[in-house]
């Protein structure tokens, strides 16, 4: 079994970030795998978990649930792979917890294509806090491009679902279910689209 984590999933969706988890759990279960999903709340054990969901919340929302975030195990949490979006990461900068550091500048509200590694990840970016696009705390996945972004970068998809696998003592699958290999057609078809309409920068389809 691999369990999901996700931190006050009600308050933290402003930009349907929600959606990440629901495409990590199809992408690992069309791969062959029982996927469960916990909601992270103070005083609720989180040691278990493979992959936890730090989404992005309003102002209200966020400051609605700021003393409780604080209560969180967050050495814990962050020594499991993890995604946190917009707020979420803001969140982890405010409070030390990763080193990058907010610099209120302007605004900056556009489609951009950012890189983590070789991977090449589409999103929206709203945002005055300067902090970057895109980079790797720990085990964390840290963003500041709003919204679904693991369901239309489907490497990037790919790296969370293995990272997930390898943190529950798992092995990917030697040989591709029909499923997944469907599902993989499916993604890479329809993010290609949405890059078109997003950005002029070419699509990084994932391979079979």
Known sequence: MIKLGTIFPNQLNLDGDQGNLLALKRYLTAAGFQV??????????????????????????CESIDAKLDELDWLALLNVPGLAVGSGFEYLSRNSIVPQIIQPGERESAFQVANLGNLEVLGYRNSDSGLPNLVMNMRWICTMLHGPVLAKNPTLLDWAAKAAVAAAGLEWPQE???????????????????????TDKPFQKLAI
């Open 176 to 198: 591709i279910p029909d499923q997944l290999k469907n599902w993989i057609e499916t993604l890479n078809r329809i993010s290609e689209q949405v890059w078109k309409i997003e």
């Open 36 to 61: 469960g999903v916990q909601v992270v709340i103070p005083g609720v054990a989180s040691s278990d978990l493979n992959f936890v969901l730090f989404g992005h919340g309003s102002l209200a929302a």
